[in-house]
């Protein structure tokens, strides 16, 4: 019982660093006409003071509608710079054609980027540690507070 209290503790204690340690967190998330074609994406930014190396294993995961598995991780590449944002779509082209702009990382159709408004995604650490999560996992999104459906998700300022 001894050793099955400290594992979480130690569990509880690195969710909770992680979360206080991490400097980038989900800003948006979009599903813009219900459809893969009109430009889905979702938004990081980078509120610390130095860039993060994304290609060091951080990654998006997706919990599709009310499943309690995730989807395999969407490991990101590239850097985001101190006070920047990362854009990571599920069609480059479509995203250029719709809002004129490039984005960071094309995850592809079925990737974290691409979901239709009603699934959870997390971020996730270097370490594998939840950072910032959108959703509960294992709750279908259909008609509550984290439904994003034809629509978009933007965190609040402070």
């Not at 951080?58 to 991780?73: K, S, V």
């Not at 969407?74 to 480059?92: D, E, K, P, Q, R």
């Not at 979901?115 to 997390?122: F, L, Q, R, V």
Request: glycine content about 12%; some cysteine; proline content about 3%.
């Amino acid at each position: 019982m001894y050793m099955k209290r400290n594992r979480h503790i130690i569990t509880l204690f690195l969710v909770i660093f992680g979360l206080l340690s991490a400097d980038v967190l989900i800003t948006e998330i979009t599903d813009p006409d219900n459809s893969a074609d009109a430009g889905r994406y979702l938004e990081l930014f980078n509120n610390g003071d130095e860039d993060i190396e994304l290609s060091s294993q951080w990654a998006l995961q997706r919990w599709t509608n009310g499943n309690t598995d995730p989807l395999p991780p969407n490991y990101l590449t590239g850097t985001i710079t101190a006070g920047g944002f990362y854009i990571v779509c599920n069609n480059a082209d479509i995203f250029n054609e719709m809002y004129g702009l490039n984005c960071d990382q094309d995850l592809g159709s079925g990737g974290s980027a691409d979901s239709n408004g009603d699934d959870n995604i997390a971020l996730l650490d270097s370490l594998g540690i939840i950072v910032d999560m959108f959703g509960v996992p294992g709750e279908d999104g259909t008609g509550t507070s984290h439904e994003f459906e034809d629509g978009r998700a933007e965190r609040a300022e402070g």
